[in-house]
């Protein structure tokens, strides 16, 4: 069995090796939206998902890196620092662009990207 810091249903949300941990319960609301077939029916390419998710991810991540300096942060912490009241914001659209980037096959679910379950699993 797996020692860990998180309880179980807890799953962590990594993208370039930074994550954010979040209840399973958030990750399946998130999957019955179906965010990729409900941008597409608004006319959102696949393409333009992606390059607006990387993008996103992108500012964030570098937004986390700059604020832990290389060392250890409490990630919730860190949201709330850097994003103040967006905090919240900042972290779901953090888990949905990973989310969806992992289900159209734009990211890779692997050491550094994409999901991994505590005491429980989750399939994209």
């Given at each position: ?64 890196v700059k604020y832990s300096k ?18 919240e914001t900042m972290m779901s ?9 992992v289900r159209m096959k734009k ?18």
């Amino acid at each position: 069995m797996m020692n860990s810091a998180f309880p179980n249903g807890t799953v962590l949300v990594f993208y370039k090796g930074t994550f954010v941990p979040i209840d399973i319960n958030v990750l399946n609301q998130v999957k019955e939206h179906k965010p990729v077939e409900l941008a597409l029916r608004h006319g959102f390419s696949l393409e333009q998902q992606a390059k607006d998710a990387f993008e996103q991810l992108d500012m964030i991540e570098q937004k986390l890196v700059k604020y832990s300096k290389g060392k250890e942060i409490f990630i919730q912490h860190a949201f709330r620092n850097i994003f103040k009241d967006d905090a919240e914001t900042m972290m779901s659209l953090w888990v949905l662009n990973v989310y969806s980037l992992v289900r159209m096959k734009k990211l890779k679910d692997d050491d550094m990207n994409g999901f991994l379950c505590v005491g429980e699993q989750f399939i994209i």
